[in-house]
């Protein structure tokens, strides 16, 4: 089912369009931050030529791959359009990631630069790149933004870079706007993250889909509390105010009474986020008994969202329309949910209005199963990615026609509307974010006492799913949680994928194969009542 058969390229780079708005409109303000900062067409387009032309004397080449693991912050914008400015390929890392998963995406990026943080959150990332620093031969640069404290040998400063530069002396790297833009990192159920790539026609046209599915114009805001190095918070935060008329405000981090007064404050009229940010946005504005007049659309997904929910905040929002969308890093924004008013029930109990792709629904055989039968969501269309960059994941995600696997099972309606109704991917949505259990569990039986382990999602009552973990322990030996986490700790292994709850057990449940029933360890929970 297509509704949309819009597959028209925009052919341009954010660098040939922020240079444009710099020339037509240098003083207009791009980008609004929660820090109460702003961010004009012509000061990001002169700093970020600074960069650009820092990075170029310093040998980096169109093609070579640039990482950056920065919360929503200025030098976020700076970076990235300095980067395609340059010609390369930027690779953004969620700055939750610690050094496991770290030490692995740079590897495989192949990154020749990388813009972390210093101490940020109470972490320190410098002292945590200096540790992985020499098993990347491939890495040269190492720079960190807002660092006070003295940096390791060979790192350098975020400001070092910008004198370094001369805005007079930067090239504007001829680039296909076909070939690679960035990578992302998404988890998947073979432990190490996938590599996601897309190019600046693909990542664009996902960014065109909410544009014209939502109606976005010069009148709109863009609240923005996802982090820019996720898929929603790069195109949303970053790139919608300079390809569109739509500003972006950026949140370096939620905090729901922060959004609220941002809201009222900016008059800020849209966002596009995890469930857990509506529950709050919600629960918070009733209980003060407020409405975010002009506040008029909220698009929901990465994880579970009760109908409840939607018709709560469509409730308690007095001009709001909450609705439910559906996609992911490889597909974004296969739906765009039913924004209309008079659609309210269809934005509360389906998962969005297919845009601009092709969906269909697989039985396991590979036949399309049609209209009101479930089976498995495979989906085709110019936003999807290019491909992951390992042959063995891309030959396995594709069908023959160039469907994208996606993993989730569901069925169509007759309306246009897609209906998720369970997973096949072996996968946890903690908040929106994805988490591999395999990638969990050997990390878990890294511990000496584990014999066997499996990591299942558990209920969460703000996050949706939290992680749950039954563990099998040789029988002369006393395990419980704390072990497991500091176990983890030790292991660089970021919190969010620490379990919350730890089950015992003599053995796993397991099909004549040998494969874990984990739907039966599920099942489990549910019927103990655990909400974690």
Request: proline share 5%; aromatic share 6%; with cysteine.
């Amino acid at each position: 089912m297509n509704l949309i058969s819009d597959h028209s390229y925009r052919h341009t780079t954010l660098a040939q369009v922020a240079s444009q708005l710099a020339s037509s409109q240098p003083t207009e303000v791009a980008i609004v931050f929660d820090s109460g900062a702003t961010l004009s067409y012509g000061d990001a387009w002169n700093q970020s030529r600074l960069l650009a032309s820092a990075m170029q004397k310093a040998g980096l080449k169109p093609g070579d791959t640039l990482s950056f693991q920065l919360p929503n912050i200025v030098e976020s914008v700076i970076v990235a359009i300095a980067a395609s400015i340059c010609g390369l390929v930027i690779n953004p890392i969620v700055p939750i990631y610690r050094g496991r998963e770290v030490a692995f995406i740079l590897k495989d990026a192949q990154a020749k630069i990388v813009f972390i943080p210093g101490l940020y959150r109470q972490f320190n990332f410098p002292e945590m790149v200096e540790q992985l620093k020499s098993h990347l031969p491939l890495l040269e640069h190492v720079v960190c933004v807002g660092a006070e404290n003295a940096l390791p040998d060979g790192f350098s400063h975020f400001h070092e870079w910008l004198s370094y530069g001369d805005a007079t002396d930067v090239d504007v790297a001829p680039v296909d706007p076909d070939d690679v833009k960035i990578i992302l990192y998404t988890s998947g159920t073979t432990g190490n993250p996938k590599a996601v790539r897309h190019s600046h026609n693909t990542l664009a046209k996902a960014l065109d889909n909410g544009v014209s599915g939502w109606r976005l114009t010069d009148e709109d805001l863009m609240l923005m509390p996802s982090p820019v190095t996720h898929i929603t918070g790069y195109v949303n935060g970053i790139e919608l105010p300079f390809f569109t008329t739509t500003r972006s405000l950026l949140m370096e981090a939620w905090v729901v009474e922060k959004a609220i007064a941002l809201i009222e404050k900016y008059g800020a009229t849209t966002c596009v986020s995890a469930t857990p940010f509506l529950q709050q946005l919600t629960d918070t504005c009733k209980a003060q008994g407020k409405s975010l007049p002009g506040f008029r659309l909220f698009a929901c997904g990465g994880a579970s969202v009760p109908p409840s929910l939607i018709y709560a905040a469509t409730d308690v929002l007095k001009d709001c329309q909450a609705v439910r969308v559906y996609g992911s890093t490889e597909v974004p924004l296969v739906t765009v949910g039913f924004p209309e008013p008079a659609n309210r029930q269809q934005a509360a109990e389906t998962d969005g209005r297919i845009y601009n792709y092709d969906v269909r629904i697989y039985d396991d055989n590979g036949a399309d199963l049609g209209s009101g039968v479930e089976g498995e969501i495979v989906v085709r269309g110019p936003a999807m990615m290019l491909g992951y960059s390992d042959p063995d994941q891309q030959a396995a995600a594709f069908d023959a026609d160039g469907f994208f696997k996606t993993g989730d099972v569901g069925k169509l309606l007759q309306s246009g509307a897609l209906v998720i109704t369970d997973r096949k991917k072996d996968i946890i949505i903690r908040g929106g974010e994805n988490l591999s259990a395999r990638e969990i569990e050997e990390a878990i039986l890294e511990h000496p006492d584990v014999v066997e382990v499996a990591v299942v999602a558990a209920p969460h009552a703000r996050l949706g799913e939290g992680v749950a973990a039954f563990v099998v322990i040789d029988p002369n030996t006393v395990l419980g949680l704390a072990t497991i986490l500091d176990t983890l700790d030790k292991l660089g292994v970021a919190k969010q994928k620490w379990p919350q709850h730890l089950e015992l057990t003599s053995a796993l449940p397991k099909t004549a194969s040998g494969k874990v029933q984990k739907e039966l360890l599920r099942r489990q929970l549910i019927d103990a009542g655990l909400q974690l």
